[in-house]
């Protein structure tokens, strides 16, 4: 691998799955379409707005899943020690939970930062501004979302549910919903079943149910489609957890006044 790589890059993953490990950390964004990482082990996608901490000399694993974008930032350890005040709390997670969801503000202006990027390719100076801005954005978000020691060992309920909102139509695992809150997996279930009473699985399941109920009495769509739009992978494996979830099918639950 070369010695120097860019400081920071806009690329698109092979379909291939490959795998590989580098002696400086990495963070990763995706900017548009999916990607699949596996970071120590634990696997995820990636969407836009959600990313990847990669210490240094870790194995990890990722593909392109179909057209794909992400944004990548490349910290030589040199350079991190340098700045480790600065980013303590992004060199906490590093240790702690790869994947991360970034909340809106923050989206916005990645975008903005990567779409001058991809016009200006060749230009190492704003290269290393955009990568110098970004980890100061990572930086405030991770301030801001890290410990929820701060509010008396409470999950931050409203990010998690926005989390699956903006994701229900896709497989949601429970490392993204850990991501959400800068948890590790382990902890983040932990907490979750303490404060919720049901486990992360079970909730977001019922997320997509009480979508699905509602998508049955108010809209025209078909049955594929709600299934479809709640995130189930088939119109038939919908109906059949529908009708054990609630005793009845989908068909007669749309007759049900």
Not at 50 to 61: F, M, R, Y
Not at 89 to 103: G, W
Not at 202 to 227: C, N, P
């Amino acid at each position: 691998m070369a010695a120097s790589p860019k400081v920071s890059e806009v690329i698109a993953l092979p379909r291939q799955p490959r795998h590989h490990s580098h002696d400086y950390k990495q963070v990763v964004i995706g900017l548009q379409g999916q990607t699949e990482f596996d970071v120590g082990g634990r696997g995820s996608l990636i969407g836009p707005g959600q990313g990847c901490l990669v210490a240094e000399s870790q194995e990890h694993a990722f593909t392109g899943v179909g057209r794909n974008e992400i944004l990548v930032i490349n910290l030589p350890s040199q350079e991190w020690s340098e700045q480790a005040l600065m980013h303590e709390n992004i060199a906490r997670l590093f240790a702690r939970e790869p994947y991360f969801q970034l909340d809106t503000h923050a989206q916005i202006l990645i975008k903005a930062l990567s779409a001058e990027m991809i016009a200006n390719p060749s230009d190492p100076l704003l290269s290393r501004a955009c990568a110098d801005t970004l980890m100061c954005v990572l930086h405030r978000h991770f301030r801001d979302h890290v410990s929820p020691r701060r509010d008396g060992h409470r999950l931050n309920m409203d990010i998690i549910d926005r989390y699956i909102h903006q994701h229900i139509s896709r497989k949601i695992t429970v490392a993204q919903l850990a991501g959400s809150v800068f948890l590790a997996e382990s902890q983040f279930h932990q907490l979750f079943k303490q404060q919720v009473g049901t486990t992360p699985h079970q909730y977001v399941l019922d997320k997509r149910f009480a979508m699905a109920k509602q998508l049955i009495k108010d809209s025209d769509l078909t049955m594929a489609q709600i299934a479809d739009s709640c995130g189930f992978s088939s119109q038939s494996g919908f109906t059949n957890a529908f009708s054990r979830y609630f005793g009845l099918s989908p068909a007669r639950f749309k007759c049900t006044p």
